[in-house]
């Protein structure tokens, strides 16, 4: 039993070292370290089963004390498993923001015609090609007007807090 016992300690502590790699390794090879890792794991697992039989085997006075040190080692096992896991979900978590954001950049973003739809009703309203273009140059202006109404708010705000608070 001893030697099963610190074997599986030793795969444990393996396994930790383990986590620190998966933390920082490339996109290609992350696959293989997880599976290695999990593998390593269910490896643990098994062990830890073997323990617990041969646990049931020992004389009654060192029962206690090496169903403890099992259960020890399970609950590190149990915590390496959750840690794999946390890993796994963040790690497809990343990988999904970063399909939904090359998505999103490749987007093209239209006005839908809008613009379009409203110079041919300007046009059938007999409003001439200058008027239109005041329109468009008002536009442009107004803005800039709200971009500067809206940073002159901020700046007002912060003083307010700075000198109110």
């Known amino acids: 039993m001893e030697t099963l016992y610190h074997q599986t300690n030793k795969q444990i502590h393996e396994v930790q070292t383990h986590m620190g790699r998966l933390e920082k390794a490339d996109a290609q090879s992350v696959h293989l370290v997880e599976n ?5 794991i269910d490896q643990i697992f098994s062990n830890l089963e ?13 029962r206690q004390n090496a169903k403890l040190r099992v259960d020890q080692l399970k609950y590190d096992c149990q915590h390496l498993q959750t840690a794999l896991k946390n890993f796994q979900h963040r790690r ?9 954001r090359e ?21 059938m309203l007999g409003m ?18 709200m971009i500067g109404g809206m940073v002159v708010t901020c700046i007002i705000m912060v003083l307010a807090v700075k000198y109110l608070t």
């Not at 290695?36 to 390593?40: G, S, V, W």
Request: aromatic share 6%.
């Open 50 to 62: 073997r323990l617990e039989i041969l646990t049931s085997k020992e004389p009654p006075n060192r």
């Open 128 to 145: 001439s090609n200058t008027v239109m273009r005041l329109i468009e140059k008002r536009a442009f202006q107004d803005k800039f007007i």
């Open 36 to 40: 290695e890792t999990q593998a390593r």
């Open 103 to 123: 998505e999103l950049l490749s987007r093209t973003f239209t006005t839908n015609g809008a613009q379009k739809k409203i110079l041919d009703v300007a046009n």
């Open 92 to 100: 497809y978590t990343r990988e999904q923001q970063d399909r939904e």
